[in-house]
């Protein structure tokens, strides 16, 4: 079980990112997948979080309407769409998914995780 997250970058306010996840030796269509992120000297966060049908999401208050969650089955793949980008959400960003369709996104839910994929949001 293998998740590779990637996308990150360096990236003016404002501007956009696309994060990726994909996952091998498994495949991710029964399973919830979710995106977390750790800022320098701060806890890790949920941040996003969708269900293996795409029927459920949750967005923390703090992206929500500018960030987008979607997957790709076909493709083993789950996507973040990042707007508006502001400094605040400069972090490491991490997928992961765990056993089950649906649950809360919060991190002691989730057993495997990607190595994460840096984003910096920087002038």
């Known amino acids: 079980v293998q998740l590779q997250a990637s996308g990150g970058g360096l990236v003016q306010p404002g501007g956009s990112l696309r994060l990726s996840c994909a996952a091998s030796?498994?495949?991710?269509?029964?399973?919830?997948v979710g995106w977390f992120r750790q800022a320098p000297g701060k806890e890790r966060e949920g941040v996003s979080c969708?269900?293996?049908?795409?029927?459920?999401?949750y967005y923390a208050d703090f992206v929500k309407g500018r960030f987008t969650i979607s997957r790709d089955n076909a493709k083993n793949t789950v996507y973040l769409q990042m707007n508006s980008l502001r400094p605040e959400d400069t972090a490491v960003y991490y997928c992961?998914?765990?056993?089950?369709?649906?649950?809360?996104?919060?991190?002691?839910?989730?057993?495997?995780w990607g190595q994460g994929t840096l984003v910096t949001v920087s002038s």
């Open positions: 992961a998914t765990f056993s089950g369709g649906w649950g809360p996104c919060q991190q002691h839910e989730y057993d495997y």
């Open positions: 030796g498994f495949t991710l269509d029964r399973n919830a």
């Open positions: 969708i269900s293996f049908s795409e029927g459920s999401s």
